[in-house]
């Protein structure tokens, strides 16, 4: 099975993210190869969820770290999980690096998720001065450990590898290098869990270069952002997708 979710960011008003979800509603593809998931912005959250047909599944793009109570503005997994939705973007670098997240907030928030039968893709990455000073594999250790370390339930992750300095630039990871971080990113999270967890790529994925990911068997799928907005270049993805 491979994974193809696409991330819809805030890049799509109301009437745009409803058609999109009627389109995807009304494509077919064979879900016993390719598992679909899309993460529409919160506003439209529900209503792509009653368009979308039972093949795709949604998603949020962030969760607050409590599930009820006096936080002005915040949305918990556990309303998302009445809902339908089945997966959260936790830690993604935009939240890390606009929003000003914190391993420690991420944790808290994987935790929520868990408790509420959200499935957590947790979005890990280095920035292109991390890379450059060599201590890629420092920074995704330890988003990895402040995440997993003693979580119960940790086998239920899914990774998300996603470079900085990939993400929204057109500068997409070489997939040889993909690969081997993945592989890395692997054998980590091998230190808190049992079983192996599903790692996705994602930075600057488009129909064009994702089979030169997908085709890796270190690579269990991709997470689509602005490239999932278009229906073309989705419902393309997915397609190829079916094909390996
Ligand atoms: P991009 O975004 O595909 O637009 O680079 C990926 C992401 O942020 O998940």
Known sequence: MKYVFGNWKMY???????A?????????FDISKVAVS???NQLVAREVREVLS???SCGAQNVSAVPMGAYTGAT??????EIAFGYALIGHSERRHIFGESNEVIRKKIE????SGIIPVLCIGETKEERDNGIKEDVLKEQLSK????LKNAGEVIIAYEPVWAIGTGDACDPKDAEETHKFIKQECLKYTQSELPVFYGGSVEAENMLSYLTSDTVDGVLVGSASTKFDSFSQMIKEAETI
């Open 76 to 81: 918990s997994a556990e309303l998302f999980k």
């Open 54 to 56: 039972e093949n795709i």
């Open 12 to 18: 799509l008003n109301v009437e745009n993210s409803i």
């Open 147 to 150: 995440a997993l370390e003693n």
């Open 20 to 28: 999109l979800a009627k389109q995807l509603a009304n494509f077919k």
């Open 112 to 115: 929520s998720c868990i408790d």
């Open 38 to 40: 899309v993460f529409p």
